[in-house]
């Protein structure tokens, strides 16, 4: 049975830094493109950074790009989600997401995901 369990959200003042985890089970990081997406009520959900099949090509969101860095460790079964700079516009619930390929990722579709962590940041 797959499971994808984020942590590591929280309240962080605007400038400021956090680093989400996704612990993956009953799945190979190495067979799947994984994904960080954040959805806020009323808005589209977006995918803020993806790496295909751990380690591979990573993207972003231009939105994020140049502030968050996503990341794996196989030997944890652990995707990582370094955010910096967080402004109040990132504000969301992020769920990490894993497809079996990257185009579909890109398109929103997944396989699992995880139940999200909210980010908060205030002004």
């Known amino acids: 049975q797959v499971q994808l369990v984020e942590s590591g959200g929280g309240l962080v003042q605007a400038g400021g830094s956090l680093k989400l985890s996704c612990f993956g089970s009953g799945l190979n990081f190495d067979a799947y493109a994984m994904g960080w997406f954040r959805q806020t009520p009323g808005k589209e959900r977006e995918l803020v950074a993806s790496?295909?099949?751990?380690?591979?090509?990573?993207s972003y969101a231009d939105s994020v790009k140049d502030r968050f860095t996503v990341s794996t460790n196989n030997a944890k079964n652990t995707m990582y989600l370094q955010m910096t700079s967080l402004k109040p516009e990132d504000t969301a619930m992020y769920f990490c997401?894993?497809?079996?390929?990257?185009?579909?990722?890109?398109?929103?579709?997944?396989?699992?995901r995880g139940q999200g962590t909210q980010v908060t940041v205030s002004s």
């Open positions: 997401a894993a497809s079996e390929f990257s185009t579909r990722l890109r398109s929103g579709e997944f396989v699992h």
């Open positions: 790496i295909a099949y751990s380690g591979g090509r990573k």
